[in-house]
């Protein structure tokens, strides 16, 4: 069973498309985030949401839009997609915040042509 | 401002050889959580440790342990008898200063060869 899943795991689409990943987590935790990290490897957090509430909004363009129906799923979407774009996106979950450990999806390689 | 530095960025060892992986983490916060990830060529980001500030003894599993120095800001991380497997990005990650997300410094690239 797996405990933080994305969808899809590969993502390539041309500029100024809109596109959306999903990601849904069973182990019963009550805050989620997404996270991005670019071709250096630097993981940078996006979004963050407890309980289905917002929590942290970096600053991200706002053609990003998180979207989280119920707390175990957090959906990112993407309108306008722009070249520098491309990166992997990475859905994690934990329970409560900041002092406890997030446990993190497989990753989204979004590819921008 | 909290600030988390891994100052190396990749490192190369042969087989069995030890291997330490440096983390400093400034803050003035006086108790603090401290957690190392594990991405390997696969791309998967694995939680390995949370240590609390007020824990400097050394915490051992397995092969690895990991040394928490308070006085000089270091939480370090050592590979005993490195083997390939152990090849991965290694990532120390401190919470942000509102203490809701975790961050994550740049990271230390590993390569361990047969």
Not at chain 1, 62 to 88: C, M, Q, T, W
Not at chain 2, 89 to 111: E, M
Request: glycine share 6%; with cysteine; net charge neutral.
């Amino acid at each position: 069973d797996t405990a933080v899943s994305q969808t899809p795991k590969y993502l390539v689409t041309q500029m100024g498309n809109d596109k959306s990943i999903k990601c849904e987590q069973n182990l019963g935790h009550d805050t989620m985030y997404w996270y991005k990290q670019d071709s250096k490897k630097f993981l940078k957090i996006m979004f963050s949401y407890n309980n289905k509430e917002l929590i942290i909004n970096e600053t991200v363009p706002n053609r990003f839009s998180p979207k989280s129906p119920d707390k175990a799923h957090l959906n990112l979407h993407i309108n306008s997609l722009e070249l520098g774009d491309s990166a992997v996106y990475f859905c994690a979950s934990s329970q409560g915040w900041g002092a406890t450990e997030a446990f993190f999806g497989q990753g989204t390689r979004l590819t921008v042509v | 401002a909290q600030k988390v530095t891994q100052a190396q960025t990749e490192i190369s060892v042969v087989e069995k050889e030890d291997v330490t992986l440096d983390c400093v983490y400034e803050t003035r916060d006086t108790t603090y959580y401290l957690f190392w990830y594990k991405q390997p060529p696969s791309g998967e980001l694995v939680f390995l440790i949370r240590r609390n500030s007020f824990d400097e003894q050394n915490e051992i599993s397995g092969r690895y342990s990991w040394n928490f120095q308070k006085s000089t800001s270091s939480f370090n991380f050592t590979i005993t008898a490195s083997q390939v497997v152990d090849s991965a990005v290694y990532f120390c990650a401190p919470p942000n200063q509102a203490g809701t997300a975790l961050i994550f410094g740049k990271g230390t690239t590993l390569s361990v060869s047969s």
